[in-house]
């Protein structure tokens, strides 16, 4: 067999490579816009690598933030001790103070309220409070729920050396610190320095500070009292003018101050009267709300609470009350301290509708504005568009008791040829109360079960005597419709309106026979001749 020499195979190895090298050569010289074109490919992709890496740093610490709040959460949430049936007895026996909620895992106001209160644990202990704050799940643990009394959920109870007392602070963590502080032993705080002062106003919404020219005397005690008494508000007492300037600016140089500070438009408000427990808590009750109170149903309590009896509010989707909070507030500040305004989105139908029900207004889009004199429980409607002019001139009205009271009313119907007239708010005193005839009226709601019943019984007698021109029978709907003069509370009610004494109705028994309630009629008809044909009149039995 040949085998060839070394020399052969490396002149032809040579020769291979030489001619690799030249047809790759020509390739680029025959196509010289590949390489700029896989040039720029390649800066795309870079690109594009690039921006995908910037996404997933963006993402990451989208994420890192994500996961450290929920880290921080979780950690709040295991300084919440868990109960049960087993360690709740020691638990609270066990400790000075313990505040423990109640909640059910499928209740929303639970689920609310758990971070909250979470957050709070988190806070007293920075704060090296003694107060331990657990929860019980009493749907898993009824009978330890049961022997708590814990009924509703959610539901704080605070127990001191293992007696309980009724939670009666806020529902943000910022409230539930503060009422847990005084509770235990701390309703002052005192800041001594400016740089404290800095940090508790990055912490605090609202609070009452007390200058004094020292933590005694009568004045102080009684500031101390205030605290102690009020659940919701924190009290801060200095004793440096310096320090008195960072909390509120326009404290006066005087040895004793008294003022509050909240987070709104209408920020500081000094306290005139003299330092006695009962005048500080009213000044309190009088000025600690915003000038304007978007309700929710955590603050419903507080707002309801307020001692101002006229009350305005505004219903307006949230978006139109935006653009209308600012005017409002221009308003509110004028009649500061005498009338309480409320915002409630009227997209809410929990707090929204049980009002505008009041007013016949449930169905409104638009935005409403009304009033309540709590004092003589009366309601007033601004029935002009609610420009900020129109509703301090309505507010101005409701101040000095020249408005008149809104009762609700149906459109006025078309009683054409109707046996049973139609009555609404708008025409019970044309109808009823002016006119000269008797009338029969059968007072009802849609939603009374026995009213069908007797609107069958009013139809018939309507029919039997529909030959006497002085007799009008007649209904209204007191779910829709009011009248000053008609109060009315059992349902239904039938009333017997004489020609010549309609101050006076005859009430009629409802569950009176046909036959009764014609005698009865008959019998306070005026008419002379129709009294003397009573017995004609009488229906028969089949009536």
């Known amino acids: 067999m040949f085998r060839p020499k070394p020399t052969s195979r490396l002149i032809l190895l040579t020769l291979t490579l030489l001619l ?29 690598d690039e921006q995908v890496e910037q996404e997933d740093e963006q993402e990451g610490s989208s994420a890192s933030v994500r996961s450290s709040e929920a880290e921080v959460l979780t950690k709040a949430q295991r300084i919440v001790l868990e109960l049960n049936h087993d360690n709740t007895k020691r638990v609270i026996e066990g400790h000075e103070f313990v505040l423990v909620l109640g909640y059910a895992p499928w209740c ?55 007696t309980s007392q009724v939670y009666t602070g806020g529902f943000s963590a910022e409230e539930i610190v503060i009422w847990a502080r005084k509770k235990t032993g701390e309703p002052v705080i005192r800041i001594s320095s400016v740089t404290e002062a800095e ?36 009290f801060v007492g200095v004793s440096n003018i310096e320090v008195a300037k960072v909390l509120i600016p326009n404290v006066k140089p005087t040895n004793v101050f008294l003022g509050i500070v909240k987070s709104e438009p209408e920020r500081y408000t000094s306290y005139e009267g003299t330092f006695e427990t009962d005048k500080i808590l009213q000044f309190l009750d009088y000025n600690k709300l915003p000038l304007v109170n978007k309700l929710t149903e955590t603050n419903s309590a507080r707002v309801y609470s307020s001692p101002i009896k006229l009350q305005v509010l505004v219903f307006a989707e949230a978006d139109d009350f935006t653009k209308f909070l600012e005017p409002l507030q221009d308003v509110a500040r004028q009649f500061k301290s005498k009338i309480l305004f409320i915002y409630i989105d009227n997209t809410d139908e929990n707090l929204a509708k049980p009002y505008l029900t009041l007013f016949g207004l449930e169905e409104s889009n638009s935005t409403v504005v009304t009033a309540f004199d709590i004092s003589v429980n009366s309601k007033y409607l601004l029935e002009s568009d609610p420009t900020p002019s129109n509703i301090k001139e309505f507010c101005s009205g409701l101040l000095h008791g020249t408005l008149s009271s809104h009762f609700k009313s149906q459109p006025i119907p078309d009683n054409t040829n109707e046996t049973v007239q139609s009555i609404v708010g708008k025409t019970f005193d044309d109808k009823v109360l002016n006119s000269h005839k008797n009338v029969l009226l059968e007072v009802f709601t849609p939603w009374c079960i026995n009213c069908e019943t007797t609107s069958k019984h009013v139809e018939k007698l309507a029919k039997h005597f529909k030959g006497l021109d002085n007799l009008v029978f007649a209904r209204i709907d007191v779910s829709a419709n009011e009248h000053p003069k008609l109060q009315v509370n059992d349902y239904p009610t039938l009333l017997f309106y004489t020609a010549n004494d309609k101050a006076n109705p005859i009430k009629l028994s409802t569950k009176s026979s046909l036959k009764d309630l014609a005698t009865t009629i008959n019998k306070h008809l005026k008419a002379k001749d129709n009294v003397a044909k009573e017995k004609d009149n009488v229906p028969k039995d089949e009536l």
């Open 199 to 234: 940090e508790f106003l990055k912490k605090h919404h609202i609070f009452v500070v007390g200058l004094f020219e020292k933590f005694e005397g009568p004045d102080y005690e009684e500031f101390v009292k205030a605290a102690a008494a009020d659940n919701a508000i924190q």
């Open 20 to 48: 690799l090298v030249n047809f790759l050569t020509s390739i680029k010289a025959s196509e010289p816009t590949t390489d700029e074109n896989e040039d720029g490919e390649l800066e795309e992709l870079l690109a594009l």
């Open 108 to 162: 929303s106001r639970s689920a609310e309220l758990m971070p909250q209160f979470a957050e709070a644990a988190t806070s007293l202990k920075e704060l090296g409070s003694p107060l331990l704050l657990a929860k019980l799940d009493a749907e898993r643990h009824p009978k330890t729920a049961s022997s708590l009394e814990i009924k509703g959920f959610p539901t704080l109870l605070l127990f001191v050396n293992g």
